[in-house]
Nanobody, 127 residues
Framework: QVQLVESGGGSVQALGSLRPSCAAS????????MGWFRQAPGKEREGVAA????????YYADSVKGRFTISQDNAKNTVYLQMNSLKPEDSAMYYC????????????????????WGQGTQVTVSS
């Protein structure tokens, strides 16, 4: 049974940092396309970042490039999202997702290509 458990969200002021994590069980995260999505109230869920560990590739939404970094700790089977220079518009519920396929390719930001989802961790950024 696959489980993705997010933690590490919280409340920070603008320009602060947070590092949510996603602990995976039931699958080896390094063998799957792993993604982070977010959803703010009244808005659609959007892809934030993804990682293909087998290819060493990472993908980012334009809105977070240069501020967010996705990484993976294979020993802990955990994926991280380092978020720096946070803005109030980054406030949302952040979800971890895993694709049964190892590859993200150009579909990494589409919800429909992911097979497993976590419950989310809340991030709130105040101005």
């Amino acid at each position: 049974q696959v489980q993705l458990v997010e933690s590490g969200g919280g409340s920070v002021q603008a320009l602060g940092s947070l590092r949510p994590s996603c602990a995976a069980s039931g699958l080896t995260a390094s063998s799957h396309c792993m993604g982070w999505f977010r959803q703010a109230p009244g808005k659609e869920r959007e892809g934030v970042a993804a990682i293909e560990a087998l290819r060493g590739s990472t993908y980012y939404a334009d809105s977070v490039k240069g501020r967010f970094t996705i990484s993976q700790d294979n020993a802990k089977n955990t994926v991280y999202l380092q978020m720096n220079s946070l803005k109030p518009e980054d406030s949302a519920m952040y979800y971890c997702a895993a694709r049964a396929n190892a590859w993200c390719v150009n579909m990494w930001s589409r919800e429909s290509v992911y097979d497993y989802w976590g419950q989310g961790t809340q991030v709130t950024v105040s101005s």
